[in-house]
């Protein structure tokens, strides 16, 4: 049997590769000085991790980063061929492979700078390694009292010829809340941090710390590579920073779905679980496939915007497993027609922003939460153009 038309889904994310290529374009017009590297982890935010990395790479982003060894695999698997930054590695991982891949590694102590090392020996090839260091975030990162002991411990391992230390990193904790004390604490802790590399004899390829809110607000944090995030997929990284039309962004996301059911109910009729939502007289009530199995935020219940019938509506009542409730007051529709529950905003649909503001959350997690069994459907693909990078 031929697989459904994208028409005949349920519900789909559809991804529009051309708002990623523009997004990298716009970023990195925002730091002309330095190399992007485009975030692909979390299956590129939810976007799909090889359609949007070919993309990035098409717009030139010259890295891709992602968290897991798995994701960076399978660039490699795909055919990517260039510089590609992992860092989320836990004892075990997959550190020869990783090497024999010719990803970048990342180490923030001794335990990983040691498996590394191990993992170079047994693929018989030098380990591409970054250093991380924790300005300021208290999350991954080599504290700064350990720093010395691990640039030493590095450098011993690149004489050796087991390592090549091409990185020196770290993450900005406030970027998106711009003035934030913390920003210049962590500019300075990451500047002597390069101090003491230097002082140890590292001369790393990139030195790299701002996100996707430093690369749009903060030049003097781009030194050789910038690290966006969602915003290359067209999220802003926060209010205070802009929305994503005022910083020159698409979002590349459109989650629609069909309407399973209409149906007219009268008045004082319970709706969902629970009957936290009660009709206050007849009306039509709408069925969207979807619920909290999609990704769809359950705490979405009674507050989650949806465009139905060419009008914004709210979840009426509770978000359930598989679908939730629109009521349409006086308005009809019927089984089959549309819902958008969120796009770029540009023709009165919700955004992703809009269903953070309504649920207490970021933009990152709406996008990244719709699940797997959200089929993708990719618009603006670029064959043509397709580069994977260099080796």
């Given at each position: ?11 789909r ?67 990517d ?18 090497v ?20 170079a ?38 004489s ?31 500047r ?10 590292l ?23 910038v ?21 020159g962004?698409?979002?590349a ?21 629970g ?7 007849e ?14 935020p ?13 009008k ?12 939730f ?27 992703a ?16 939460r ?22």
């Amino acid at each position: 049997m031929p697989p459904p038309s994208a028409e005949a889904f349920r519900v789909r994310a559809e991804i529009d590769l051309g708002a990623v290529r523009s997004n990298v374009r716009a970023l990195r017009a925002r730091a002309p000085g330095a190399a992007l590297m485009a975030v692909v982890k979390a299956d590129a935010y939810g976007h799909g991790l090889l359609p949007c990395a070919r993309a990035a790479r098409q717009a030139g982003a010259a890295w891709l980063g992602t968290a897991t060894p798995e994701e960076a695999l399978a660039l490699r698997a795909a055919g990517d061929r260039g510089p590609v930054l992992c860092w989320l590695w836990t004892p075990g991982g997959p550190w020869r492979e990783a090497v024999e891949a010719g990803v970048d590694v990342a180490a923030s102590g001794r335990w990983a700078l040691d498996e590394a090392v191990a993992g170079a020996r047994a693929a018989g090839r030098t380990a591409r390694v970054q250093l991380k260091v924790d300005t300021g975030l208290g999350r991954n990162g080599c504290p700064p009292a350990d720093w010395p002991d691990l640039v030493a411990a590095a450098r011993a391992a690149e004489s050796e010829g087991t390592v090549r230390v091409t990185g020196v990193w770290s993450h900005f904790a406030c970027a998106d809340e711009p003035g934030h004390p913390s920003i210049a604490a962590q500019l300075d802790a990451f500047r002597e941090a390069l101090s003491v590399a230097g002082r140890a004899g590292l001369d790393p390829e990139v030195r790299h710390l701002a996100n996707s809110p430093a690369t749009l607000t903060l030049p003097e944090s781009h030194f050789d590579l910038v690290r966006p995030g969602v915003s290359v997929y067209g999220l802003s990284p926060s209010p205070e920073v802009g929305s994503a039309a005022e910083l020159g962004l698409r979002p590349a996301m459109t989650l629609r779905a069909s309407l399973a059911q209409v149906k007219r109910v009268p008045g004082g009729h319970g709706v969902s679980y629970g009957h936290t939502y009660t009709t206050p007289g007849e009306t039509t009530l709408a069925l969207v496939p979807a619920g909290y199995a999609d990704g769809i935020p359950r705490h979405a219940s009674g507050t989650g915007p949806v465009l139905v019938a060419g009008k914004p509506r709210t979840v009426a009542g509770r978000v359930a497993m598989d679908q939730f409730v629109v009521d349409l007051g006086g308005d009809t529709a019927e089984a089959g027609d549309e819902a958008v529950l969120f796009g770029p905003g540009d023709r009165g649909e919700p955004t992703a922003e809009d269903w953070a503001r309504a649920v207490g959350s970021i933009g990152y997690e709406i996008v990244t939460r719709i699940g797997a069994r959200v089929p993708r459907v990719y618009a603006g693909e670029d064959p043509a153009g397709e580069t994977q990078g260099e080796a």
